[in-house]
Nanobody, 132 residues
Framework: AQQLVVSGGGSVQAGGSLRLSCAVS????????MGWFRHVPGKEREGVAG???????AYADSVKGRFTISQDSAKNTLDLQMNSLKPEDTAMYYC??????????????????????????WGQGTQVTVSS
């Protein structure tokens, strides 16, 4: 069965760092785009970062230069290193997977409006809280 299990998260002061990890099972990285999304109650969910089987990477403008997404096919993990955190990064973060679709480029997947149908599989959320 397909499963995404998220670990990491927590509370940190502004300027600090956190690392999120998503343990992936039952999903072939060669067939799926993998990504991180976040949600603040009362606001729309948004894409944060994503990667595809070709190694392409896309970031939301708000996290460029601060966040790094990485994928380890041997360990079946997807990580998100978050540096220089800001209070506005406070959110519930989710790992997600969607089957590769030529009509849905990676950048579109990350930057377009997010719904439950945006991904085939979602991990459970992990809270990230950044205090000023």
């Amino acid at each position: 069965a397909q499963q995404l299990v998220v670990s990491g998260g927590g509370s940190v002061q502004a300027g600090g760092s956190l690392r999120l990890s998503c343990a992936v099972s039952g999903i072939n990285f060669r067939s799926y785009c993998m990504g991180w999304f976040r949600h603040v109650p009362g606001k729309e969910r948004e894409g944060v970062a994503g990667t595809d089987p070709n190694g392409s990477i896309a970031y939301a403008d708000s996290v460029k230069g601060r966040f790094t997404i990485s994928q380890d096919s041997a360990k079946n993990t997807l990580d998100l290193q978050m540096n220089s955190l800001k209070p506005e990064d406070t959110a519930m973060y989710y790992c997600a997977a969607v089957v590769v679709d030529p009509l849905r480029p990676l950048r579109w997947w990350i930057l377009m409006p997010v719904s439950d149908q945006s991904a085939d599989y979602w991990g459970q959320g992990t809270q990230v809280t950044v205090s000023s």
